[in-house]
């Protein structure tokens, strides 16, 4: 099983707005509430490919309530726990010209609560793969994602982190499985302006000497590069047609990548997997199908 982590999932309140314009009033012209958190659109996907997949996380108020009724339409086995203060996080993403967001904060987390999630996370078997992705609200330490793989060491699970800034290199010397940075965020990791491929290739490499096992770049129009634990080079420029949502394509090729890895047991295949998804969800309103998926797999 691939389980999954939203530690601050959310509503997504998705607005397309021709020629939208700040300070004046603006019109829909068409609108979609979605699940959202990363964890939660990895598990989306998995669910789609036909992978075996459960989410954990919190939710809050009647916004949480929407949240576990919209999954459960997705047809996603999930165990979010109840959060006593706040409400699940909403986050508008309004659609023009160009695409702006506005994410909300999302509940305040209990140490109780806390415990609860670790508790539901001990059940684990070594066997199983644990996806930890998103934002962590700012009731939680930082360091969060580095308590749980620190709790759960000895059971060997194949740990994917898939976040930013210190909270990614708080697990790195934990040695997590897979880590998924995109361009900028390799940028703001290292504090550089990456010019080419082959600086890619030497930050990417950085990260692996820091603990990482294998480092997946997501580059956008531009594809994806996967370092992997044999120091092989996999990439790919990017697969499907006109971009229409960006948002889940990078959370889509870290489920198509895992749903690859278990059938294949193998990198380039993993790689591959993981490139269409994303990029089947880059073309698609939502998170891609699996026929989507396996359309784009076909043309490689």
């Not at 870290?254 to 278990?262: E, N």
């Not at 698609?284 to 784009?296: D, M, N, P, Q, R």
Request: proline share 4%.
């Amino acid at each position: 099983m691939i389980a999954t982590v939203s530690l601050n999932p959310s509503l997504d309140y998705i607005a397309q707005v021709k020629n939208f314009t700040i300070g004046s009033l603006n019109r829909t012209e068409k609108e979609l509430i979605l699940p959202g958190g990363k964890g939660t659109n990895v598990s989306i996907v998995l669910k789609n490919l036909g992978s075996p997949t459960k989410a954990f996380g919190f939710c809050a108020g009647f916004t949480g309530e929407e949240f576990k009724r919209l999954l459960r339409e997705e047809g996603v086995d999930s165990s979010f726990i109840t959060v006593k203060e706040g409400m699940t996080r909403i986050n508008i993403k309004i659609q023009g010209e160009k695409e702006t967001e506005v994410n909300g904060m999302g509940p305040l987390i209990a140490p109780v609560e806390i415990e609860s999630l670790f508790d539901q996370l001990d059940l684990l078997q070594p066997e199983d793969i644990l996806v930890l992705a998103g934002s962590i609200p700012t009731t939680l330490p930082s360091h969060i994602y580095k308590d749980i793989m620190v709790r759960l060491k000895d059971k060997h699970i194949k740990v994917v982190v898939d976040t930013t800034k210190e909270r990614l290199l708080h697990v790195l010397p934990l040695h997590p499985f897979l880590i998924k940075p995109n361009i900028v965020e390799l940028e703001e990791l290292f504090e550089i302006s990456i010019k080419n491929e082959e600086e890619i290739i030497t930050y990417a490499k950085k990260l692996q000497d820091m603990g990482a096992v294998n480092v997946l770049i997501s580059r956008g129009k531009d594809g994806a590069l996967l370092i992997d634990e044999h120091q092989t080079i996999h990439k790919a420029p990017a697969v499907g047609g006109k971009v229409v949502n960006s948002v889940g394509a990078g959370d889509s090729m870290v489920a198509g990548f895992l749903h690859g890895y278990l059938m294949h047991q193998e990198y380039e295949e993993a790689f591959k997997m993981g490139l269409c998804a994303g990029g089947a969800s880059a073309c698609s309103t939502y998170l891609a199908t699996k026929e989507e998926i396996e359309k784009l797999y076909q043309t490689l």
